[in-house]
Nanobody
Framework: VQLQASGGGLAQAGGSLRLSCAAS????????TGWFRQVNGKGRELLAA????????NYADSVKGRFTVSRDNAKHTVHLQMNSLKPEDTAIYYC?????????????????WGQGTLVTVSS
């Protein structure tokens, strides 16, 4: 399966952006999906995870209450709604899919990765 992340860009502090992750290829089944971010080459941080059918979600403390993950399986797309953005949210954002898990917060359990989309938040 191939993942295409989009929706990044420039936002002001307090503003909002909506990221999308579109799956193509083997989409006859749904995949547990996660959103990660990476700052200056450091390790990727899991921000949000959503189960295959969208019934379960999990958030990092750093984004809880500000970010919301959702999915539209008919369109093979997962979204990350980001509100109340802060300058420290500036990063490259990646989506990833797990073939094996129902939902997972483990980096090692993600099998497919999108190319990343840059989010810049100005103060």
């Amino acid at each position: 399966v191939q993942l295409q992340a989009s929706g990044g860009g420039l936002a002001q502090a307090g503003g909002s952006l909506r990221l999308s992750c579109a799956a193509s290829g083997r989409t006859e089944r749904n995949y547990a999906t996660g959103w990660f971010r990476q700052v200056n080459g450091k390790g990727r941080e899991l921000l949000a995870a959503i189960s295959r059918e969208g019934t379960r979600t999990n958030y990092a403390d750093s984004v809880k209450g500000r970010f919301t993950v959702s999915r539209d399986n008919a369109k093979h797309t997962v979204h990350l709604q980001m509100n109340s953005l802060k300058p420290e949210d500036t990063a490259i954002y990646y989506c990833a899919a797990s073939y094996r898990a129902l939902i997972t917060t483990r980096y090692s359990e993600y099998d497919y990765w999108g190319q990343g989309t840059l989010v810049t938040v100005s103060s």
